[in-house]
């Protein structure tokens, strides 16, 4: 150990911000388990000193009265021998002994480098992952460095990391290119032990040990930040975001609640003269965002959820099952189902319950063949 390694931990903390001090932990934490390996059931001290890099190994011994009582002499010492040591040294105290760490055996220094080298890698990446996590379920606006021509996938940087926004991810209406600015919703960070957990397991690499960030522009997450940043009722919590579906790059719906009476929470997140969802609508790219008021009523939620479609009647299945049946007048069947069902599939994810929607045409034709079938002589006198 000497003032050159001090310089390394110095240069390294410059280039990738991990602490200094942080790093010198880590290497005392290497020697020591280094050190234990040769001295069982021992208590290793280490030190370094942060200035010239010198190097303390110890063994932290019980003082027992005599040399004759002394049974492991890797833990126990007499009070003769502490004596030596420390002068405040007393029976049943503990006393640190020096080791020549040039009495080590060599093995012993052969764990201790890679110990060490492993010490601080993995101190990279926990410091990595430390500071990576406070990005997870929030927004981050940041720049597109390059755009992979055969996939489309876009990389990023978040916290010094390169990160790749999958073409999959991204909004089907957007077409990136290097230097645009965009907002991505990190969905989660993963830590070095888990960072593999989504690759093949016959896929090894040591990059792959990296902390990784799962981000995403077309998660329902990001519809619900950007209302908070953009919507102060939503960020102080007087209006509740109760429930995203979302089709991105399309259409979302998304159901709100106030706590207050006084404050309408659909007007909240439209906003005086459209601005708020209008800003909204520009960050995702002209998709189409539907505003409906929650209701704990199922019936008054699911016919909101519905909108703009005008709604008749919706019939709760009586078995618990969360299905129902809407009916809805002939001119606004195709509006409530939505181009190739759209719309009635983010309402039944929004709401949670499965719709079945029928015209109001087809319940008319149901009641004249019911009628039939209890009085066919009065239907035919008709």
């Not at 040039?102 to 480098?113: E, P, Q, T, V, W």
């Not at 010094?160 to 919703?185: C, G």
């Not at 019936?299 to 009586?318: G, Q, R, T």
């Not at 983010?346 to 319950?353: C, N, S």
């Amino acid at each position: 150990m000497n003032r050159e390694f001090l310089d390394v931990l110095r240069l390294l903390e410059q280039e990738k911000g991990i602490p200094f001090d942080y790093m010198v932990e880590k290497t005392k934490e290497g020697i020591k388990k280094a050190v234990e390996n040769d001295y069982r059931d021992s208590d290793v001290v280490v030190s370094i000193d942060k200035d010239t890099g010198e190097l303390k190994v110890m063994l932290r011994k019980e003082v027992v009265e005599s040399e004759d009582v002394v049974f492991d002499p890797v833990v126990e010492i007499s009070y003769a021998d502490a004596l030596k040591y420390s002068n405040a040294a007393v029976i049943g105290g503990k006393v640190e002994v020096p080791i020549d760490v040039k009495d080590l055996r060599r093995i012993s220094a052969i764990n201790a480098k890679n110990i060490i080298r492993q010490g601080i890698r993995d101190a990279e990446r926990e410091y990595l992952y430390n500071q990576l996590k406070k990005y997870k379920e929030e927004i981050v606006t940041t720049t597109v460095t390059r755009v992979d021509p055969e996939t489309d996938d876009a990389t990023i940087e978040i916290g010094n990391i390169e990160v790749t926004l999958p073409r999959r991810e991204q909004l089907p209406t957007e077409v990136l290119k290097e230097f645009d600015r965009i907002r991505v919703y990190v969905v989660n960070v993963f830590g070095p032990a888990n960072a593999n957990d989504n690759k093949p397991k016959n896929e090894k690499s040591r990059s792959s040990r990296q902390p990784k960030i799962m981000i995403s522009r077309t998660h329902p997450g990001l519809v619900r930040r950007l209302f908070e940043m953009e919507v102060p009722e939503i960020y102080d919590g007087t209006v509740e975001v109760k429930s995203i579906a979302r089709e991105a790059g399309y259409r979302t719906k998304i159901a709100v609640y106030s706590k207050d009476p006084d404050v309408d929470p659909v007007g909240a997140c439209i906003g005086m003269d459209g601005i708020r969802v209008r800003n909204i609508v520009k960050e995702l790219k002209g998709e189409k965002i539907e505003i409906v008021r929650y209701s704990e009523d199922p019936v008054e939620f699911i016919k909101a959820a519905l909108s703009p479609a005008s709604v008749v009647s919706v019939s709760l299945d009586p078995t618990g099952l969360r299905s129902c049946q809407v009916i809805v007048p002939d001119n606004q069947l195709s509006l409530a189902i939505g181009n190739k069902g759209q719309s009635a599939k983010l309402a039944a994810k929004l709401t949670g319950w499965k719709i079945d929607i029928k015209p109001e045409s087809s319940m008319t034709a149901q009641g004249d063949a019911q009628a039939a079938q209890e009085d066919p002589e009065e239907v035919i006198s008709q």
